[in-house]
């Protein structure tokens, strides 16, 4: 082998490495450009395909569980005490990763309920007592008793009787016995 050789196998070398940075390069703006068209939606949608522990805040509160249901409008999470909180996306504060899981993860079982609206409708008709609230909506706990198009009539565990505007409801706790 004489000179000219070495020198054109380094020379193929550093293209092909140069080559390979190119490809991580464009790889990575590809990843970005996908995650830049992300919805929330689908964001939630990774966390239950995952099952990562993540911790959402709708105005000052906040909670650590695990997504189990995704809807277009709306995401469930399962606390570690086995309350369901029930999101609206629009209501969200903040969601952060606590901690990435190894294994796990769910699959989309049912799309219903899309929106927090569909899972109010649901709790008028079961009596169940809940917690509903928002990001300036102070929590009331009791059961859903009406949902109107603009509002929800809802009777607290005192026996008083709340008329809350939809826009302002962000997320509904079911077994709020159990919630953080």
């Not at 522990?53 to 249901?69: F, K, N, P, Q, Y």
Request: glycine share 12%; charged share 30%; net charge negative.
């Amino acid at each position: 082998m004489n000179r000219g050789d070495s020198d054109l196998d380094r020379a193929l070398r550093e293209l092909r490495r140069e080559h390979r940075l190119e490809q991580e390069d464009v790889e990575e703006a590809m990843e970005l450009a996908e995650r830049a068209g992300r919805t929330l939606a689908e964001v939630a949608l990774e966390f239950l395909y995952r099952g990562d522990s993540i911790r959402i805040t709708i105005g000052e509160r906040t909670w650590t569980g695990v997504v189990v249901h995704v809807g277009t409008g709306v995401m469930t999470l399962r606390t570690g005490a086995g309350a369901e909180i029930d999101v609206d996306y629009e209501g969200l504060t903040s969601i952060r990763v606590v901690e990435r899981a190894r294994s796990g993860g769910m699959s989309r079982d049912s799309k219903y309920p899309g929106e927090l609206l569909a899972r109010l409708r649901e709790l008028e008709n079961t009596g169940q007592t809940v917690e509903v609230g928002g990001r300036r909506l102070e929590a009331v706990v009791g059961t859903v008793e009406v949902v109107a198009r603009s509002h929800v009539e809802f009777r607290a565990r005192d026996g008083g009787a709340w008329i809350l505007p939809l826009g302002e409801v962000d997320y509904v706790i079911r077994a709020c016995e159990a919630s953080p």
